[in-house]
């Protein structure tokens, strides 16, 4: 390496004009140079001081300098012009010394020399140039993949961000579909409220007098329809205002629960039970004659008459008055069924309380106490 430095220096100060200080420098190194063998540097070493020795007009110098040269470098290709340089030497020691055929051979030697030199240099160019445009065309391909690149980055950011979108979109669908449920459940909620509201009374919790009149409408339309016999059974508690006056307000609604609820028990499935009235209520036995239907109100009435009253906080007698219509004398009216029934109790009412009257002839116990609503009542009464 430090010879090839030389070399250049030496080079240098014979293009300065300077051949005593290139001979200078290259004599001190070639011994050096010579034990390392490497010929291409030689070679150069040699012709470099065969132009510095020419130069200087050492002419025999110069001739054994340039003989080395080529004799080094000819099995080599021609390197940085150093045998170009070498034949040029030898063609102008032959020239100035006469000898016009060695001279004309180390000028073929010359130009052959320096056209492969030239040839070497274009191919070397060449080389370079295609070098280069393999360089530029790579830079091309990474530049074009680079915006590839970018373009696959920013499709995915683009693919990232819709089923971001999309996913928030689902979410937002999830949550509208939840509230639309949530609402559909509440209103719903509320429609059964409002109907449980409207259909049963607050207090006793069975029918309010509304809900029961329709039902019974429609079980007497049934009923009329297959020919079926029908009971009415109305009761009123008796002296119900005293129990209020006496034992209070809240005492009379426990009451009230109370008979409520006891009817409730000796109804069957398809019975209808209503509070008609403030302390009155009904009770519609479809499929049931007057018969049957007073037995049921004489168990109702045992039951009340027995009731233990002192879980309300008072002991009291609680009793209540019935009276018993049926669709066989009254007809399929409700109005003139639940009027006659209310007759009946009228008179169970006149008649002490605390018992059953049925509104009709022949079918029932008590039909002699309630003779004079019976008489007039059946053909009027017939829907
Ligand atoms: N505690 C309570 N009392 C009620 C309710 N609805 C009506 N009442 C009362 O029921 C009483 C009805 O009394 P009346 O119709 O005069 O008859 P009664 O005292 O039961 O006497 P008789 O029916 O003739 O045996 C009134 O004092 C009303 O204030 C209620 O929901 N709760």
New binding site residues.
Partial sequence: MASIIIGVQAKGYLLDNQPEETITKLEQQMPMLLKTGYQPTIGEYYSVLSEAYWQLNMQEKAFQAANNAVKVQSSQAPLNGARTRAYKVLYQYYRSHGDNAAALDAYINYAESDKANLDEVKAKTMAYQLAQHQSIEQQSRITLLNQQNRVLTLQQKLTENQSYAQRELIVALICVIALLIFSAIQSWRNQRHFRKLAEYDG?TNIFSRAHFTTMAHQLLEHSQRHQESVSCVMF???????I?DSKG?KT??WA?KNVAENSLNICRHNDLLGRVG??EFCILLPQTNLKQAKEMAELLRQRLSTLYTSDSGYDFSLTA?FGVSETGVSGYKLEGLMHDADQAMYQA?IRG?NQVCCFAVNECNSLEKTAPLLTSAPQTKQS
């Fill in positions: 207090l009123d508690i008796d002296h119900f205002k005293q209020n307000h009379g609604d009230l403030g302390e008055s009412k309380r």
